[in-house]
């Protein structure tokens, strides 16, 4: 079928050839005859939907095989009319599964050439920052909700400009292919004003009026209820300090060592795109960055995720005790398994996680 169908479970593979055997036993122990034929049918139907080709003749194959030797050995072989409209049947059914298994496997290559053109797409508008910038090593990776897109409404950059390493991680109202344009004006507006803007305050201004403008374009919902909550960072050259500016996102949070802290906004601003209300922009704060020490930054899609209790994952419990870690990659690997394991399922929400960690003495 394809490369979709090696992420199915390792046991799916034995399943026909289990109910093969099941109902071989349910028919040659059955008081009444044929009552296992459903079995039989099944494993090749189900082997047509969720294995390869190979896998689908092969349990065509056997079905006829176990159904002809059954025949013999109950002595219906004499009826040839009977047995031939028997094993008719069978490799009737044999050959619809096998139709059905290209048709998957035709899906499952569009499906795979749509994936590879989204992740190509989300590599133009949202790349992977660079590994290192000055004194601060950087990991990030993002994860879509919807899988099959690869693509959705959350973003990060890193920056080297004259003012230090500028930093945004963001998340856009919605996920999927809709919240796209709003990144991409975004994460533009950023890489070219974060070099001139003089702070982080003028910096979340130009983004608001870039995203009011594109938002002025689109439907009256959008125009109404678009927001796009942000959180803004400057790390000056000597790495001594951060300085942040919280528009209405998750609090990031500082690894040192053993311990995990988040760093709660004295004063929460307003998602970008919310101007309108009236209300002024938080200014920024600075908050020491220790030698070794790691800036975690992330989205709800980290912050809301449930396990199945409900409960909220919370970064600084699940990741206390476990440091110290040594680059902003094992920071980032550490915080993805964890949340997996904590929702045991799918999530709801696009996650996006930023690392940087402040080189320490002799690095």
């Not at 101007?275 to 002024?280: D, F, Q, V």
């Amino acid at each position: 079928m394809g490369s979709s169908a090696t992420r199915w479970p390792r046991y799916v593979s034995f399943l026909p050839a289990a109910m093969i055997l099941a109902g071989a036993l349910w028919n040659a122990l059955s008081p009444r005859a044929y009552w296992g034929d459903y079995l039989l049918v099944s494993a090749v139907t189900v082997a047509g939907a969720l294995l390869p080709l190979w896998h689908t003749i092969a349990a065509g194959a056997a079905i006829v095989l176990v159904e002809t030797a059954l025949l013999y050995a109950g002595g219906y072989l004499r009826n040839a009319a009977a047995t031939s409209i028997e094993l008719a049947n069978l490799a009737f059914t044999a050959l619809i599964a096998i139709g059905v298994n290209r048709v998957v496997a035709r899906h499952g290559r569009r499906l795979e050439r749509v994936r590879s053109v989204a992740e190509a797409a989300q590599r133009a508008v949202v790349p992977q920052p660079p590994a290192r910038v000055g004194p601060l090593a950087v990991a990030a990776v993002y994860k879509a909700a919807q899988i099959e897109a690869l693509i959705g409404g959350d973003a990060y950059a890193v920056q080297e400009t004259p003012f230090g390493t500028r930093l945004l991680i963001a998340d856009v109202r919605g996920k999927g292919m809709g919240a796209v344009g709003a990144v991409a004006v975004l994460l533009g507006t950023f890489r070219v004003e974060a070099d001139q803007a003089p702070d982080l305050a003028v910096l979340a201004g130009t983004l608001e009026r870039a995203l009011l403008k594109e938002a002025a374009s689109r439907e009256e919902e959008v125009r109404m209820e678009g927001f796009v909550t942000a959180l803004l960072g400057e790390i000056p050259p000597d790495g001594a300090e951060v300085r942040l500016l919280n528009c209405g996102h998750p609090s990031p949070y500082l690894l040192h060592g053993t311990a995990v802290a988040a760093l709660d906004p004295d004063e929460p601003g307003l998602p970008l795109g919310m101007s309108g209300l009236g209300a002024p922009q938080a200014g920024p704060e600075s908050r020491p960055l220790p030698p070794g020490s790691t800036l975690l930054l992330v989205t709800d899609g980290v912050t809301e995720a449930r396990d199945r209790t409900g409960a909220f994952y919370d970064p600084a419990v699940r990741l206390g005790g476990r440091g110290p870690f040594g680059e902003p990659a094992e920071v980032v690997a550490a915080l993805v398994r964890d949340v997996e394991r904590w929702t045991g399922g799918p999530r709801d929400d696009d996650m996006a996680v930023l690392a940087v960690t402040r080189s320490g003495p002799g690095r």
